[in-house]
């Protein structure tokens, strides 16, 4: 069984992110991470290839700050690592990513479950996912909070979806993509020799050409980035007992209409 798992670098949750000067969306000095909900999909990859006897591969999609995920990746334990990148190749672009997700799975042939994290938090979409799905023909199970049983020899997966309105079982054929939450598992951490070694990794570099896919044409296009207008907020302490503050509470309340 292969296992591919989906990850990209994303600036660190505490970073102050803006609009610069040159119009670009810029973190500072932050560092980047793995995107936060990544490192689910990463750990249940490794388990699942171990469960079945197979190999878990990564893909990032991007410029080279994605090699440091695909770094932790390795040193996680993932057997191997990748990373499209082309100049015609714009991630932000949903069905533009899914495009390429899905020629590298197809390329890589012998792949049974695609894993990725519930989002990503740089983007605050999942679009992209179901798109790559569509893409490859495969059944997507989203927001997988446990995989119950995998049937390598049927060829089946049974998973628990957490939903709004509570808990679903459902049972699909392979090869599939799911979209897994962080209730799923704990991840690990890279090892020490895990570290040193991936650090040493030749991570291989595939363009469009490499996967024999043409994008389709854009349908939107970012015309510009711009910093959120700076809110003019004032704070007012309300003294008193606890009756008192909340009878004055009330009452400004009113006054701005907000009851």
Not at 43 to 51: F, H, V
Not at 111 to 125: A, Q
Request: with cysteine; net charge negative; glycine share 6%.
């Amino acid at each position: 069984m292969h296992v591919v798992v989906f990850t990209r670098s994303t600036p660190d949750t505490a970073a102050k992110v803006e609009v610069g000067a040159n119009g670009k969306v810029t973190w500072g000095d932050a560092a980047t991470v793995v995107n936060p909900w990544d490192e689910y999909a990463l750990e249940e990859g490794i388990q699942q290839a171990k469960n079945a006897g197979g190999k878990a591969t990564v893909i990032a999609m991007g410029a080279e700050m994605h090699n440091e995920a695909l770094k932790h990746s390795l040193a996680m334990g993932l057997d191997a690592a990748i990373r499209i990148e082309d100049a015609a190749l714009d991630t932000n672009d949903g069905l533009a990513y899914a495009t390429a997700a899905a020629a590298a799975v197809q390329k890589l042939g012998d792949v049974s479950l695609v894993i990725c994290g519930k989002e990503s938090v740089d983007v605050g979409t999942d679009q992209h996912l179901y798109q790559m799905a569509r893409k490859l023909g495969w059944t997507l199970l989203a927001y997988v909070s446990k995989i119950l049983e995998v049937d390598y020899a049927a060829g089946t997966i049974k998973v628990e979806r957490l939903l709004e309105q509570g808990k679903q079982i459902v049972t699909s054929k392979l090869p599939a993509v799911i979209t897994v939450m962080k209730d799923i598992n704990e991840p690990r951490y890279p090892s020490f020799i895990g570290i040193r070694k991936a650090s040493k990794a030749e991570i291989p570099v595939w363009s469009l050409a490499d996967l024999g896919v043409t994008l389709p044409a854009a349908h939107t296009r970012v015309v510009a980035f711009k910093n959120l207008p700076v809110r003019d907020t004032q704070v007012e302490m309300i003294e008193g007992t606890p009756e008192e503050q909340a009878a004055t509470l009330a009452d400004r309340l009113l006054q701005e209409k907000v009851l």
